[in-house]
T-cell receptor, first 112, second 114 residues
Framework: TQLLEQSPQFLSIQEGENLTVYCNSS?????LQWYRQEPGEGPVLLVTVVTGGEVKKLKRLTFQFGDARKDSSLHITAAQPGDTGLYLC????????????FGTGTRLTIIP | DSGVTQTPKHLITATGQRVTLRCSPRSGDLSVYWYQQSLDQGLQFLIQYYNGEERAKGNILERFSAQQFPDLHSELNLSSLELGDSALYFCASSVTSGRVREQFFGPGTRLTVL
């Protein structure tokens, strides 16, 4: 059973469009992280959210942690080809447990 | 550049063989994590070491083992290799930010078992 489900699994859109990807679980997470991974490289940490309802912005990327800390979303405004990659959410079940559980991933392609 | 280094970048070997993957964490990080990423399984946590001691275990096969040395570098040993062990293997090290430990990943080792 996959603890973290991401949707959509694949997304291909035109440059300049907006998009949202989702990360959902039936479990409560103490914190949740978003990573971006390019082919053949390691995941790169984008953001960590900790508080239910928290919203963090990173330039054109907006991350939100659900009020119940069971879900999260990533919204990209005016997507650019450089945003292409595999987006992964990962959660900690509790603060004392450092093990990260990764989501299924969303593969995003931005068409110039 | 995350500061985590892994060698080798690529490894091609045959079934039944044994290989060792190496990881050096970021300066000052005491924790090292190993992950396996395959096409059908996504990114799976294998094992964590903290300052030389095993801290947590995930879906690591008995054919696989790891250790962390006094200089904090870590090695992942994979033995009796099977075709299904072909995957990307990542190492990560972590830093505490507030109440959260954030993990930073190395570039990975691509293992191909023929």
């Amino acid at each position: 059973t996959q603890l973290l489900e991401q949707s959509p699994q694949f997304l291909s859109i035109q440059e300049g469009e907006n998009l949202t990807v989702y990360c959902n679980s039936s479990s409560v997470f103490s914190s949740l992280q978003w990573y971006r991974q390019e082919p053949g490289e390691g995941p790169v940490l984008l953001v960590t959210v900790v508080t239910g309802g928290e919203v963090k912005k990173l330039k054109r990327l907006t991350f939100q942690f659900g009020d119940a800390r069971k879900d999260s979303s990533l919204h990209i405004t005016a997507a650019q080809p450089g945003d292409t990659g595999l987006y992964l959410c990962a959660g900690n079940i509790n603060f004392g447990n450092e093990k990260l559980t990764f989501g299924t991933g969303t593969r995003l392609t931005i068409i110039p | 550049d995350s500061g985590v280094t892994q060698t080798p970048k690529h490894l091609i070997t045959a079934t039944g063989q044994r290989v060792t993957l190496r990881c050096s964490p970021r300066s000052g990080d005491l924790s090292v994590y190993w992950y396996q990423q395959s096409l059908d399984q996504g990114l799976q946590f294998l094992i964590q070491y903290y300052n030389g001691e095993e801290r947590a275990k995930g879906n690591i096969l008995e054919r696989f083992s790891a250790q962390q040395f006094p200089d904090l570098h870590s090695e992942l040993n994979l033995s009796s290799l099977e075709l299904g062990d072909s995957a990307l293997y990542f190492c990560a090290s972590s830093v505490t930010s507030g109440r959260v430990r954030e993990q930073f990943f190395g570039p990975g080792t691509r293992l191909t078992v023929l």
